[in-house]
């Protein structure tokens, strides 16, 4: 299904348009009958000649709602846009033309309506005025389509027209991260909490759980329902209305938005570009009261003009915005900013980046991923992607680098590596990006949990001590006159093993494990501490660490008083 929206000046016959378009009066309320006015948003669907299913935004003109119209073409990337014949082209019409440009609408139409009120010679002025009207725009040469709605007159045209805009816009989108930005909700009866909006960036599945932000309030989907039908799962580009188990429709408002856990970035401040519209008498600054209005929601905010005090008229610049609440936002998320003392459209943009890091007097945002690898020298491949929406490769493990973060990382580590010698360094005094590091020098080498230089020679290897406990085998000599570092250099290092006050030689536990695959091979049933005792020789209080041992490292397991064959003892 194509999403798509109709704007223009207020009276100029959105409304009835869409309702002899679609058979859906989109004006929902008692107000907006009585007084022929769309106040809020409206929906219809309809199923073009094509057999493509279109769903129809309605937005209302006035500019006293204009957020409600902000509010409705978040998610929509075509538009009809319609301008009466009766009165031309009017404020509004320009006004919500420049605000289909800012949000970064490119495909679109437009409906010269109330032709039936007109004589020829009125309907082709009011053609040329509208084509001069959109001379540069996106709307540049699109189709002008004289309609009369409530007389039928020109019906059959637009809907040829709609599905040649719908083939030339193409479908939304399929990212595989879901965002549903709600235009409104409610509590249906017998059914609780119901969300709708347009649906952007992935598709989203029932009993699937979803967590609706600002606010980490985690629901589950019980259904979902488009174009009056309910279905298992819908992907973008549609308007979707979901049924949430889980929240209470009272928790929520237009503005928040539906996703999935943990795949966005939640941010309360973003950087972005900043194109201020020419029809401004004054230039823009950090100095007044601005409305951003992202998505579906309306945000007051702070603004920083990058790289200079203030933007003039018709120029373009980059602006650092500060939201009251953390929202989840991509780099090419379109916003509209207003300023709400002078009530006026101020410009609009697009986000650059959604985490800066840099100090908004050094920021010089774009949407490159080198940027952002640049500015924070090591990123893992999962929070880059939270942080532009792109999927890499690595540069080494996990991580994402430069080539000269990677390079000064490394001769850090040399140098460390260096200064400590043969004794090494334990590995856990390095960070997750240096032991990254370490994988790629051929000069270091990891050895018993120790980083060391690859021609360093073991200092412990030739220690008097290890001589005699490797003579001594099952009745090692004490280790009471031995230095505790010494002592606790080699039991890291593997040298040697420690089991209840006990150090035994390493090979002595090899040997050990032999002598009890032995035992088992002639007592399969298991074998008894004394039997392992008169095995090898060893007194009663050099077995029992012994036979411990062998437990803990899983040779044997112990069954009440004798030993089994454990999942690591030796093959006979």
């Known amino acids: 299904m194509t999403v798509i929206a109709t704007a223009g000046h207020v009276d100029h016959g959105k409304s009835s348009l869409v309702l002899a378009l679609t058979g859906t009066d989109p004006d929902r309320f008692d107000e907006e009958k009585r007084r022929g006015l769309t106040i809020d948003l409206g929906f219809a669907h309809t199923t073009l000649p094509s057999g493509t299913e279109l769903s129809f935004i309605d937005v209302p003109g006035h500019v006293k709602f204009l957020r409600n119209m902000l509010a409705g073409v978040g998610g929509v990337h075509a538009c009809v846009f319609v301008v009466a014949a009766t009165e031309g082209w009017k404020p509004q019409s320009e006004e919500h033309l420049r605000i289909l440009e800012l949000l970064g609408i490119r495909h679109g139409i437009i409906a010269l309506t109330k032709t039936d009120l007109v004589d020829d010679d009125i309907l082709e002025i009011a053609q040329m005025d509208v084509s001069d009207r959109v001379d540069g725009t996106f709307l540049d040469g699109a189709p002008v389509i004289p309609v009369a709605a409530t007389a039928g007159v020109g019906l059959d045209e637009m809907r040829a027209a709609i599905d040649d805009l719908v083939e030339r816009s193409g479908g939304a989108l399929d990212r595989g991260r879901p965002r549903l930005w709600i235009d409104r909700v409610f509590a249906a009866k017998g059914s609780g909490t119901v969300a709708t909006g347009t649906l952007v960036g992935g598709a989203l599945h029932a009993d699937e759980n979803v967590r609706i932000e600002p606010g980490q309030r985690t629901a589950r989907i019980r259904s979902i329902q488009t174009a009056g039908r309910t279905v298992d799962q819908i992907g ?94 991509l780099p090419g998320d379109r916003f509209i900013l207003r300023e709400s003392g002078r009530d006026e459209t ?79 360094i334990d590995i856990a005094a390095f960070d997750e990006r240096e032991r990254a590091a370490i994988d790629t020098v051929d000069d270091i080498v990891v050895d018993a949990g120790l980083v060391l230089p690859a021609d360093a020679v073991d200092p412990y290897e030739d220690h008097p001590f290890l001589a005699e406990l490797r003579a001594g085998r099952f009745a090692p000599p004490s280790a009471a006159d031995i230095d505790r570092n010494d002592l606790r250099e080699m039991t890291r290092r593997g040298h040697v093993v420690q089991n209840d006050g006990i150090v035994f030689h390493a090979a002595t536990i090899d040997e050990a494990a032999e002598v009890a695959a032995d035992l088992l091979a002639e007592h399969a049933d298991g074998f008894t501490v004394a039997q392992f005792r008169d095995a090898t020789g060893a007194s009663r209080k050099f077995a029992l660490p012994l036979v411990a041992e062998l437990d803990k490292r899983g040779v044997t397991r112990r069954r009440d008083d004798v030993r089994i064959a454990g999942p690591r003892l030796p093959s006979r």
Request: overall charge negative.
């Open 346 to 424: 101020v410009g609009g943009g697009e986000i650059l980046d959604v985490d800066p890091v840099l100090r908004a007097s050094r920021a010089a945002p774009d949407r490159t991923i080198e940027r952002v690898v640049r500015e924070r020298e090591w990123v893992t491949v999962d929070q880059l992607e939270l942080l532009t929406g792109e999927r890499v490769e690595p540069t080494l493990g996990d991580w994402v680098t430069t080539p000269e973060a990677l390079a000064a990382t490394v001769e850090s580590v040399m140098a460390r590596v260096a200064d400590a010698g043969p004794a090494g």
């Open 236 to 329: 973008p580009g549609n308007r979707v209305a979901v049924n949430l188990s889980g929240v209470d429709h009272a928790e929520l408002a237009r503005g928040h938005a539906v996703v999935e856990p943990d795949r966005w970035h939640l941010t309360d401040r973003f950087d972005a570009s900043l194109d201020v519209l020419a029809s401004l008498d004054h230039e823009v600054s950090r100095r007044g009261a601005y409305v951003a209005y992202l998505g579906a929601g309306e945000h007051a905010v702070k603004m920083r003009v990058l790289g200079s005090e203030a933007l003039l008229p018709g120029t373009s610049g980059a602006i650092r915005l500060f939201l009251p609440e953390a929202l989840p936002l």
